[in-house]
């Protein structure tokens, strides 16, 4: 099989995902890693160029991680070539003449396995397939095509977050928090914690919408869907919605007082307890165990 993936980067270093769907690549066949440089992502001209490098090389598959940009390339490049196109797919595989891939679907209540004809369009989700070798790939550059027609922006400005904290989408350790912490007062238990355990911080859509948190920290099927090693949830009940985007994590553990709260039948690991009395404790057991 004969596979295409596509690069992207974080600033000057490649993003964690390219780097994981490289190495399935390896496994499924020959592969050639391209990344479309050109400055900012802007849709028609990378397209453009993908689609040129595609029908010269004719691989049978492309693979992209499911991130912002990717899953928009990924979708607009299946539509241009008439490929068939799965998204945000968690692993795949060869079967035969085609690609078998699982992924979730209806807000994570049904893991499906599809069967994908080739050539196809796949984009991959973050942390979904597990990193053995951290070697970066080679990448091979081509520029994106600047005679292809550019959308035009009034305004166009890129926003810091203001965290130093990893990218919660590509995080191996997520620390969430819910209307158990009863205020943006308490949040402080969140990320100390967060620090401690070298991972990002989430947040539940109630969270959120109640302004204690920006949009860009929710987890859930209307917010970000994540698939660290380590998913701990501080006073989050265990909404449906909020599960759908974290139930693919590897070890999942919740911390509520409630013991019939939902999140306790998809954790791993529960603690019916106050968080204001067991985050602080915790927070400081594994300060000492990481120092020791």
Same mark, same amino acid.
């Given at each position: 099989?004969?596979?295409?993936?596509?690069?992207?980067?974080?600033?000057?270093?490649?993003? &964690?995902?390219? %780097?994981?769907?490289?190495?399935?690549?390896?496994?499924?066949?020959?592969?050639?890693?391209?990344?479309?440089?050109?400055? @900012?992502?802007?849709?028609?001209?990378? #397209?453009?160029?993908?689609?040129?490098?595609?029908?010269?090389?004719?691989? +049978?598959?492309?693979?992209?991680?499911?991130?912002?940009?990717? *899953?928009?390339?990924?979708? *607009?490049?299946? =539509?241009?070539?008439? !490929?068939?196109? =799965?998204?945000?797919?968690?692993?795949?595989?060869?079967?035969?003449?085609?690609?078998?891939?699982?992924?979730?679907?209806? =807000?994570?209540?049904?893991?499906?396995?599809? &069967?994908?004809?080739?050539?196809?369009?796949?984009?991959? &989700?973050?942390?979904?397939?597990?990193?053995?070798?951290?070697?970066?790939?080679?990448?091979?550059?081509?520029?994106?095509? $600047?005679?292809?027609?550019?959308?035009?922006?009034?305004?166009?400005?890129?926003?810091?977050?203001?965290?130093?904290?990893?990218?919660? %989408?590509?995080? &191996?350790?997520?620390?969430?928090?819910? @209307?158990?912490?009863?205020?943006?007062?308490?949040? !402080?238990?969140?990320? /100390?914690?967060?620090?401690?355990?070298?991972?990002?911080?989430? $947040?539940?859509?109630?969270?959120? +919408?109640?302004?204690? *948190?920006?949009?860009?920290?929710?987890?859930? /099927?209307?917010?970000?869907?994540?698939?660290?090693?380590?998913?701990? =949830?501080?006073?989050?009940?265990? $909404?449906? /919605? !909020?599960?759908?985007?974290?139930?693919?994590?590897?070890?999942? #553990?919740? #911390?509520?007082? +409630?013991?019939? $709260?939902?999140?306790?039948?998809?954790?791993?690991?529960?603690?019916?307890?106050?968080?204001?009395?067991?985050?602080?404790?915790?927070?400081?057991?594994?300060?000492?165990?990481?120092?020791?």
């Amino acid at each position: 099989m004969k596979i295409l993936v596509v690069a992207e980067r974080k600033e000057s270093e490649l993003r &964690r995902v390219t %780097s994981e769907v490289a190495a399935k690549a390896r496994e499924l066949g020959d592969t050639t890693v391209v990344e479309i440089t050109g400055g @900012r992502y802007s849709p028609l001209p990378f #397209v453009s160029a993908l689609a040129k490098k595609v029908e010269s090389d004719k691989p +049978d598959l492309v693979l992209l991680g499911a991130t912002l940009n990717g *899953r928009d390339l990924g979708a *607009r490049l299946a =539509a241009r070539l008439g !490929h068939v196109y =799965a998204a945000d797919v968690t692993d795949l595989r060869a079967e035969g003449d085609a690609l078998e891939v699982s992924k979730p679907m209806y =807000a994570g209540k049904v893991r499906a396995k599809l &069967r994908v004809a080739l050539p196809a369009v796949v984009s991959v &989700r973050p942390g979904a397939i597990p990193l053995k070798d951290g070697t970066a790939p080679k990448v091979e550059k081509i520029e994106a095509d $600047a005679s292809a027609e550019k959308l035009s922006f009034l305004k166009l400005a890129a926003t810091a977050s203001g965290s130093k904290r990893v990218s919660l %989408s590509e995080a &191996r350790v997520v620390v969430s928090g819910g @209307r158990g912490l009863k205020g943006p007062e308490n949040w !402080h238990l969140v990320e /100390q914690l967060a620090d401690a355990l070298g991972g990002a911080v989430g $947040a539940s859509r109630a969270v959120t +919408d109640a302004g204690w *948190r920006p949009n860009e920290e929710q987890v859930g /099927q209307t917010g970000k869907t994540v698939t660290p090693d380590l998913y701990v =949830a501080l006073g989050i009940s265990g $909404a449906i /919605q !909020h599960l759908a985007g974290m139930t693919s994590s590897k070890v999942i #553990v919740a #911390v509520n007082k +409630d013991p019939d $709260a939902d999140i306790f039948k998809i954790a791993d690991y529960g603690v019916v307890a106050d968080v204001f009395e067991f985050v602080p404790a915790f927070t400081e057991a594994v300060k000492k165990a990481r120092t020791s």
